[in-house]
């Protein structure tokens, strides 16, 4: 699954970790969601109780459209001169001499008002991981435009952050990365008990998987254009 798709250009790719296609935990993702993200038909999404169908989809809309994944590098465009199959030749490197390894035990909590899956403890491995993606990839990145500055900077960033995003396109990166597999969009309008009784839900679901979560590969996707939904394209595999 690793060779550069003929495909026109497109707009954004992003460096992901996610579980393996057909796996438990790739399946729960799925219908959690509403899609899969290999590019299949859409999955019939599994409503906790006390939701409407409608009410569910729309408040896991943005996680959909970026599909069942944990950021490893945040969704950028090709520098000039860079194609895609630079790109795979770089994570074709970057993976070479990384080992897989084991998440810590996965659980639901609410992070920046929304939820999501998290490691209960650190995870080392990971943050080297992550570190990787987004320093050794940078090259090939083109730099965040002034409009996607602007936008960042509504989100009230830090003098460490705002540093973070001029220098890798991305002000949650490095010291700042936090893994995560986002559940839900903003929880805002919600009140407490019913945001208790979603995360209750997630818990039952996703700490019923097989774990550990065993990191084995990362995972290109694309965004053909803008606004469209994140489809994986690639998975490369981390030595065993």
Known sequence: MNDPQPTPRPWRF???FSPPPGSPWSVAGARWLGRG???ERAVTQAVPAGWDA???AALTAEPRRYGWHATLRAPFRLADGVD???LHAALGELVADCAAFDLPPLEPATMGGFLALRPVVDSAPLQALARRCVTELQRLAAPPTD???AQRRRAGLTPEQDAML???GYPYVLDGFRFHLTLTGRLAALPPPRVAALQQRAREIFTALPQPVRVD???LFVESHPGAEFV???RFALAS
């Open 14 to 16: 992003a460096i992901y």
């Open 37 to 39: 993200i290999d590019g």
């Open 54 to 56: 409608a009410g569910f």
């Open 84 to 86: 895609a199959p630079a």
């Open 147 to 149: 409009a996607e500055i």
């Open 166 to 168: 001029l220098r890798w």
């Open 217 to 219: 590969a990362l995972s």
């Open 232 to 234: 994986r394209i690639a």
